[in-house]
């Protein structure tokens, strides 16, 4: 995956939804950390989006524990075929193992996203420009997911955004909560790379997301 253009991502925890994503969705982002046995979903996933392999740490909002385990099952999942791109925590790859699962997704040609979430604020312009140049720096694309407590907090990560998209890096933002909802249909706009939605609004994997089609609908408007 390139990321060159938008790509608008159905966040699913069971592969079994991908048909229900294909008529609205780019790709779809597998939560392995929500899965019972992700690995061999993905060794039996037949669909006909890409993947972007996510296994979300319990410190940054998901629910796989063990470090050590679930980054070995990120870098397994980074050499199958039908892996386009996998998500490591920035931390992750500068604190941790994370930089081997990167290691081993750039020998296959598999994209590596560096992430940042902020389940509490959205901190200060300057930071969010270093969290981002931190990210692009270590992944093929630089996701920042912050807390909006008020428009002001989205105008500043939308300055950000488009500040990196039209210097050529390739940036994935959106602010999460009620507040920043509508940052997820605006963000593309401003030069975010990808968005994120599920399929159905009740399976949502992070506060204030529309529901796939819904998204899909808005940001085809605002194009």
């Not at 996510?54 to 940054?60: F, V, Y």
């Not at 500068?94 to 604020?121: C, K, L, N, P, Y």
């Not at 050529?168 to 909802?181: E, K, L, N, P, S």
Request: aromatic content about 4%; some cysteine; overall charge negative.
């Amino acid at each position: 995956m390139e990321f060159d253009e938008f790509v608008l991502a159905a966040a699913v925890g069971d592969l079994d939804a991908e048909p229900r994503a294909r008529p609205h969705a780019d790709a779809v982002e597998f939560r392995m950390d929500l899965a019972d046995d992700p690995l061999a979903a993905l060794a039996d996933y037949d669909g006909e989006l890409p993947v972007i392999a996510t296994n979300r740490a319990a410190w940054e909002g998901g629910e796989a524990g063990d470090d050590e385990a679930r980054l070995a099952a990120l870098a397994e999942a980074a050499e199958l075929a039908c892996v386009g791109a996998v998500d490591v925590e920035l931390k992750s790859l500068t604190d941790g193992e994370g930089e081997t699962v990167a290691e081993r997704a750039r020998r296959t040609g598999t994209a590596v996203i560096a992430s940042v979430h902020d389940f509490g604020a959205t901190p200060p312009t300057p930071e969010l420009r270093g969290l981002l140049e931190s990210a692009t720096d270590r992944g093929d694309v630089g996701k920042l997911a912050v807390t909006a407590e008020d428009r002001a907090d989205v105008l500043d990560l939308l300055g950000v955004t488009h500040e990196f998209g039209t210097a050529g890096a390739r940036v994935a933002t959106m602010a999460m909560g009620a507040a920043g909802r509508h940052s997820r249909a605006v963000a593309p706009v401003y030069g975010s790379k990808i968005g994120y939605a599920p399929v159905d609004p009740a399976e949502a994997t992070a506060p204030g997301q529309y529901d796939l089609r819904t998204l899909a609908g808005l940001v085809e408007q605002l194009r």
